[in-house]
């Protein structure tokens, strides 16, 4: 699914090693390994960016100051995150009664919502060294049974929210469409940084189990 700025989809085990330079990090940096077959049954929320980002620059001499920071996520992950999180997730997908115990992930023991457990990075820089590989024990499982014996064999990835290909087209025609709307109001603007607050207040929400999903 490819909304221009950003696009969800999944990887495929050799393209995942290509990506992440695998064959390289065996070599020379065991650190940065990750198992892409495991990683090849998820979905990833992809975010092109230039190499240089003028944000993570700028921090370097910025040490004397405090700054206050109203998302987790750096652009264009907070651009993607923020258009997602309007669509309604919570009027679809699996049972509330049905969810799992994810890891003591206790916010997720409500409507659906979809999470970003870590953040992987690729650079096409040749002098920079990988990043350490994500814990992917984080990564909601469930059992995966034996239909004979009806022991567990293993786990398979959970499955939180899943519709059938005519509500995919109309989930990609929302984000669309709501990607469109909010690149021509220019949320950076004065005359609409009020929308810009309350988008920052959705996503903490979103993110948040307590009583600020109030919000």
Partial sequence: MNFGSFSIRRFSKSELDVI???RLCDLFYRTAVI???????YWFLVCPQQDTDPEEFADLFSFLQIKVTFS????PIKRAFRRLILYSWARAGTDVSALPVLNKLEWQEGPFRFYIP???????????SPPYAPDLSILATEPSIDPETGEEIGQHRWVGWEED???????C??????DLLLTEVGLDSEDWRFADTALNFLEKAFLRGDEEQLL
């Avoid at 987790?72 to 652009?75: A, D, G, L, N, V």
């Avoid at 690729?122 to 002098?127: G, N, R, T, V």
């Avoid at 025609?173 to 709501?178: D, G, T």
């Fill in 20 to 22: 992440f330079k695998q």
């Fill in 35 to 41: 198992d892409t077959e495991d990683l090849s049954d």
């Fill in 72 to 75: 987790t996520f750096r652009r």
């Fill in 118 to 128: 870590f953040i992987l990075s690729s650079s096409s820089s040749l002098i920079e």
């Fill in 165 to 171: 290909l005519d509500a995919t087209d109309d989930f």
């Fill in 173 to 178: 025609a929302f984000m669309k469409r709501v």
